[in-house]
Each structure stands twice: as C-alpha cells, then as structure tokens.
C-alpha cells in the first residue's frame, strides 16, 4: 500500500469565489485526476512483498490470491462510491471523510468501531513504515559493502540504530503544523514510490535474463520437507494472504479522493470510472512485480525483493532504490500519522481551551525558513508518538509479518464491511434477499481471511521473537 498522497494537490482552488453546495471552495477533479491518486495510493511499500507472497502461495494460489483481492477491491469501492452522498447517491449531502460516512450512515457504535479500525490501522502503519525505512537504510550499506568485498563477504547491519534515526527525522517532520503544508513532502514520495517500483520490475527481468541456473518456481510454491515444514508452510500461506491484502487496501482514503470530484458528471459515476482505471492499473502492476519477482528468486525469494540481496548488482541502482523507498516512507509517515496527531491535538484544545500548554501558539524565526508556529502540547504530544513507534519498531522489526498484521488488520472491516453495510442501507437491500445473502456472504468470506491472515502474521511475529535479541 502506497502513500495516501497527491490528495491535497487536488484540492481545487477557488475561483472567482464560487462554492460548491456543502459551503467548501469548487471542486475540481475529474475521473482522470482520481484515477492519478488511486494509483499513487496503492502502488508503494507492499509491492516489496509480492515476490514472497507468490512464493508462499505458488503460481496457482498466487495468481488467484492477486486477482481475487483486486476483484474485491473494486468492487467494494464501486458500493463506497455510491455512499459519498446520502440518502441519494447524487443529489444527497457529501461525506468527506471515511468516518463522517459512518457516521451518519450507520450510526454511533459503527462509527466508534470505525475509528478504532482506522485508527488502530494508521498506528500500524508508522511502526511498519518505521522497519521498511530502517531496513532499506540498511540495505544501502550492505549493498556497498557487498559490492567493495564480495557477495560473501560478512555484512551483517542492526538494523535499530537506522531506526533510531528514521525516528529522529520524522519527529522534526512531525513538527509541521499543519497538513497541507505537507503537500511538497507528499508529491516527492509520490514520485519516489513510483521509481522503486519500478526498478524492482526492471531488475527482476534482468535477472530472468541471464544466464546461469535459476531457483525453481512451483504451482504450489514452497515445498514441504524442501523448503519448509509443514507447519512453516501453513502460517507462511496465511500471513502471505495478509501480504497481498496490504498492497491492495487503499479504502483509509478513498473517500477522500471522491472527495476532490467536480459534481458534474455526479460524483459516483466519475468515481467507478477512476476505480475501473486505478485499480487495472495497479492490479496490472502488482502481477508484473509478483510474477517477475517470483521467476527471478523462485521459492526462495526474499521477504523484501529489494532489501533481501537477491540483486547484488549494479550495486547503484539498488542503492538508488531504497534511497528512495526510504524518501517514500519518511513523506508516507508524515501523510498517515496526521489523523491521528489531529485527533489528540482537537481533543486536548476541547477540554482545556484556555491551557497555554495546550493551545497558545509560539512564534519562532528560523533562518531559511521564515517564522515557524511552535506548540508545546504539539511538540511533547507528537514527539511521544513518534518515539513510541519507534520503540515498538525496534522490538518488532519483522518485516513480512509486520506487514501482514497491518494488511490483515485493516482490509475486512475498513474494505469489505463498512462498504457492505452503508451501501445496503443507502440502497434500501431487503433484508434476507439475494443480494443481502450475497453480501452477506462476501463479508464473511473476507472475514474468515483477515483472521487466518492474523493468525499467521502473529504466529510469525512469535517465531521471529523467540531469536530476536534487541540492540
């Protein structure tokens, strides 16, 4: 899953003072400049997983796993877009956020389920984003060290003093006071996202490309008694589910991209035409990255395709590569943990408004950077966060399982419930009808593979743990 990022260079700008009916300065985006955000939101940092997850799963469950969750996906999407307005789908009042759609959709406890997903999703996010970044930072030296005495040379890294520096980064970053002063930092990691990805694709085909004897791929993937145990291969499946899910979810911003559409053609019509496009093109993407990876290293591809030293060379490109995975993931960060540093931060000035602590303002001056808005409840606040999930990454560095956790964790209720439940209210679904039967079904599908994909994510954070000696 890729950073949640253009969003605000698509807020439109006002023109000539013309609002749009909900107040706020015209909208407008088109199908064309969603379906830009789509692909930016969901191509990112799960497409490091691919090659592994393909391995798990073989050419056959792979495959099926990849293209059933993008046929999930957009469909899923297809029922939100009808819930931006409501009651009616084009004329109804606008819900700009996820939870206000919940919200005066479904109602009070749906709504406080909502945000504990969400939220508790986005938390996620920023100890995974803590590790990948780290990982990458690493995998620069080693690379160089690889290449200065050999590939088998002893190259060993930890991996927590990178961590600690990731954080130190982003706690300035986090300092920023408001998000859409953030909108530079989320084009580069647009951009960054972008160029890794690709990289990771051309070096996979340059791999298949040459000569020499490649590791065996398999329509079952791992072997067991070969590869893995039979145990190891039961977890090592559920937790690759929660890979793939990871890389698809794209749902936390959804509403917010509908959000930046012009209301003429309406609203959901234009949307399901970006869902069609952007999720096409990224489920085009993701094959490309999993099939290609998965020829490349066969059964034995690593658990991050650029990190994992299948590619030794050309040395620089890898280093360009995570040079700017880590570009990426220091702007998604910022991007992600917004929501929640402005959950806190509203909470606070709501029940102590007259606290200087809390709500008086400081005017610094900085040179090269002009006059800057300190707060202290902002700077302790926000400095905790990010120390915190900093801490957490350094006790939890483990990236598959991390990864399938968070992918997990999010993809049945903030995907596939939410979208199920608003839209059969929205459209008035009889109860006990095909459709309600079938949505019915669909839902608790993807819930039994959210919990055996968190299953296997535990399982593996438990495994990884019983070796793992922090600092």
């Known amino acids: 899953m890729a950073l949640q990022s253009s969003i605000s260079i698509a807020a439109a700008p006002e023109v000539d003072g013309k609002f749009d009916d909900d107040g706020r300065v015209k909208r407008t985006g088109t199908w064309i400049t969603a379906t830009s955000h789509i692909v930016t939101a969901v191509i990112g ?9 393909m391995a798990q799963l073989g050419w056959v469950a792979g495959t099926i ?23 009616n789908p084009v004329t109804g009042m606008r819900n700009c956020t996820y939870m206000e759609m919940v919200k005066n959709i479904l109602g009070g406890v749906q709504y ?80 960054m996202s972008f160029g890794y990805a690709s990289i990771g694709v051309a070096l996979s085909i340059a791999k298949i490309a040459e000569g020499g004897i490649h590791d065996k791929t398999t329509l079952t993937g791992t072997i067991i008694g070969v590869d893995v145990t ?56 993701y094959m490309l990255s999993g099939f290609l990876g998965y020829a490349a290293f066969g059964n034995k591809a690593p658990g991050n395709f650029l990190t994992g030293f299948g590619f030794y060379e050309p040395y620089w490109l890898i280093d360009i590569a995570n040079v700017f995975i880590v570009v990426h993931l220091v702007g998604a960060y910022q991007v992600f943990v917004q929501p929640v540093f402005v959950l806190v931060e509203n909470w606070g000035r709501a029940r102590w408004p007259h606290s200087n602590f809390i709500a008086k303002e400081y005017y610094v001056n900085l040179p090269l950077v002009g006059t800057f808005r300190m707060n202290m409840f902002r700077l302790v606040w926000r400095t905790a966060f990010v120390t915190f999930s900093t801490v957490m990454a350094i006790l939890l560095p483990f990236f598959n399982s991390i990864v399938g956790l968070i992918g997990a964790f999010s993809f049945w209720p903030l995907t596939v419930y939410f979208p199920v439940e608003m839209y059969m209210k929205q459209a008035k679904v009889p109860r006990f009808s095909l459709v309600w039967f079938a949505l019915k079904l669909l839902s608790g599908f993807c819930l039994i593979v959210t919990l055996v994909a968190i299953a296997g994510s535990v399982e593996g954070i438990i495994t990884d743990l019983k070796t793992y000696k922090p600092f």
Not at 45 to 53: E, M, Q, R, T
Not at 158 to 168: D, K, L, R, T
Not at 248 to 261: G, H, K, N, P, R
Request: charged residues 10%; aromatic residues 14%; contains cysteine.
């Open 45 to 53: 940092s799960g497409v490091l997983s691919l090659a592994w997850a």
């Open 65 to 87: 796993s990849l293209v059933t969750f993008s046929l999930i996906t957009l469909f899923t999407s297809f029922l939100l877009t009808d819930c931006y307005r409501y009651p």
């Open 112 to 191: 406080r389920f909502c945000g504990l997903a969400q939220y508790g999703n986005l938390i996620g996010i920023s100890i995974g984003y803590t590790v990948t970044g780290s990982i990458s930072m690493v995998a620069v030296k080693k690379s160089n060290c690889f290449h200065k005495y050999g590939h088998k040379a002893d190259c060993v890294t930890q991996n927590y003093p990178f961590m600690v520096i990731f954080g130190i980064i982003e706690i300035l970053l986090s300092q920023i006071p408001d998000f859409h002063e953030l909108s530079w930092l989320s084009i580069l990691a647009a951009i």
């Open 230 to 285: 039979g145990t190891q291969k039961l977890w090592n499946t559920f937790q690759a589910v929660g890979n793939i899910a990871f890389a698809y979810a794209f749902s936390v911003v959804f509403v917010e991209i509908q959000d930046t559409l012009k209301s003429s053609p309406p609203e959901n019509k234009a949307m399901k035409k970006a869902n069609i496009a952007g999720v096409t093109t990224t489920s085009m993407f």
